[in-house]
């Protein structure tokens, strides 16, 4: 995949992005980006202005030099492989894949076009890319996550409530990077006498049910692990 472009998004975060290169476009044709994310416009409205500032700063604007096709999921993660599929039909000149889970199901969707990874953990952890210094195939992008810091997260635990060793984990494990960090929590809750509980909550429901159960169990603390962003467990 050729990169040419770099643009900024994401809240800050920086973020390679191939499109055609200014020389090399037609008079006619107007660069299409594809936006897919988990969430809604409101919850990502923060994202959405650094994205239209950082294409701003290259010399596009919206609607004259430059299409987008937004694809919300509305925090229906089931939704995600029917969207993919709609951008891929629409025939974008490059997919923006917000978090780990959308950046799955768009390289299971395409190979050929190119994907950017916005707000992801790591690519190559999850097998999605051979490595970051090198990622070949259509997909490239920043980490925004690394699965070791759950251990880091029970070492300040430690820290802060020494006697603690009940840990509850509140986690999403349709996520990828969330069963990495976790494997990086259960190591180290071995190796330091942690005690661990597992809930695994993929919607608002679940997430509900098990706060309100979560005092029976009398944890010493909380640890929470990574949560697929969704306009679900957000509400």
């Given at each position: 995949?050729?990169?040419?472009?770099?643009?900024?998004?994401?809240?800050?975060?920086?973020?390679?992005?191939?499109?055609?290169?200014?020389?090399?476009?037609?008079?006619?044709?107007?660069?299409?980006?594809?936006?897919?994310?988990?969430?809604?416009?409101?919850?990502?409205?923060?994202?959405?202005?650094?994205?239209?500032?950082?294409?701003?700063?290259?010399?596009?604007?919206?609607?004259?030099?430059?299409?987008?096709?937004?694809?919300?999921?509305?925090?229906?993660?089931?939704?995600?492989?029917?969207?993919?599929?709609?951008?891929?039909?629409?025939?974008?000149?490059?997919?923006?894949?917000?978090?780990?889970?959308?950046?799955?199901?768009?390289?299971?969707?395409?190979?050929?076009?190119?994907?950017?990874?916005?707000?992801?953990?790591?690519?190559?952890?999850?097998?999605?890319?051979?490595?970051?210094?090198?990622?070949?195939?259509?997909?490239?992008?920043?980490?925004?996550?690394?699965?070791?810091?759950?251990?880091?997260?029970?070492?300040?635990?430690?820290?802060?409530?020494?006697?603690?060793?009940r840990t509850a984990v509140l986690a999403n494990l349709s996520s990828s990077i969330a069963k990495l960090e976790l494997g990086?929590?259960?190591?180290?809750?071995?190796?330091?006498?942690?005690?661990?509980?597992?809930?695994?909550?993929?919607?608002?429901?679940?997430?509900?049910?098990?706060?309100?159960?979560?005092?029976?169990?009398?944890?010493?603390?909380?640890?929470?692990?990574?949560?697929?962003?969704?306009?679900?467990?957000?509400?």
């Open positions: 995949m050729r990169r040419r472009k770099f643009i900024k998004l994401f809240g800050g975060a920086l973020i390679a992005w191939p499109v055609a290169a200014r020389a090399q476009q037609s008079t006619t044709k107007i660069p299409r980006i594809g936006w897919l994310v988990t969430v809604s416009p409101s919850s990502h409205r923060l994202s959405l202005v650094a994205f239209h500032d950082g294409v701003t700063v290259l010399g596009y604007v919206e609607g004259q030099n430059i299409s987008i096709e937004y694809r919300w999921a509305e925090g229906n993660l089931d939704r995600l492989p029917e969207l993919a599929n709609d951008l891929v039909q629409q025939k974008v000149d490059v997919i923006l894949a917000g978090g780990t889970l959308v950046v799955e199901v768009v390289k299971r969707t395409t190979s050929t076009i190119p994907i950017v990874a916005a707000g992801a953990g790591d690519l190559a952890e999850v097998r999605l890319v051979a490595s970051l210094a090198r990622p070949g195939g259509n997909l490239t992008g920043f980490v925004a996550s690394a699965p070791e810091i759950a251990a880091k997260r029970l070492e300040i635990m430690r820290e802060l409530k020494p006697q603690a060793r990086f929590a259960t190591q180290f809750a071995s190796a330091n006498g942690f005690d661990i509980t597992l809930h695994d909550a993929h919607e608002v429901d679940e997430l509900k049910r098990v706060l309100t159960n979560l005092p029976q169990s009398n944890p010493d603390v909380l640890v929470v692990l990574m949560i697929p962003s969704s306009s679900r467990i957000e509400s």
